[in-house]
């Protein structure tokens, strides 16, 4: 089995006490979308889009409610519309958490649903790809002082065949629990068998607030 690996920015919370969280980032993206359900079929795209992101930790417990929802659509290079989306749910554990002279770290790890869909056209033919999986969650926060925070997500597809992928972000702090968010992210996904692949690139930038 191969690891499913990508930053998503999802924010975990690195405060000591209870801290939970929303976040909404404007996504442009562009990548490679191949069904191989009648032949290998591939088409070139580009678009935009949005990403949700929520975290909710009740009380002083450790555990963290998880969901996001992502949404994208666009052209590809033949003109034709396309679209794919992106749904998360679930719940971590806190399983370190530290502060030092350097700031305040954690990680997080959990378990989530995870579905994703894509839909585009080829040689007028419309092509669907879906996947619904379960994913092992580990992600990472630090909070660096001066307001800038790193975030970052790490899932292992626990049911399928996915190839890694990653991405990178950085957060910065503009108000008291209120920071914008940049980042790059590299998605790949595989859709079982026939082995249809989502291979995408996106900059993403938004902002988040904690309550």
Known sequence: M???LTFLLISVTSSVVAESSISNRFVQTEGTLTSFGVG???QT??????????RLEPGDTNFIVMGSYEGFKGLDIQGSDWSADKKMLGAGYRVFERASELG???IVTGLSYFSHKATFRSGGMTFIMDRDTRVF???????????????GELLLDLEGDSDPNFSIGLGFELVEDGSIFVGYE?????YGFP???SDMTSLTMGYKIRF
């Open 186 to 190: 590299d998605s790949n996904l595989t």
């Open 195 to 197: 082995e249809d692949t």
């Open 40 to 42: 290998a079929v591939s």
């Open 104 to 106: 305040k770290f954690s």
């Open 45 to 54: 795209v580009d678009g935009e889009g949005f990403i949700i992101d929520a």
């Open 2 to 4: 191969k690891y499913l």
């Open 137 to 151: 969650v580990g992600g990472f926060n630090g909070y660096l002082g001066q307001g800038l925070e790193i975030t």
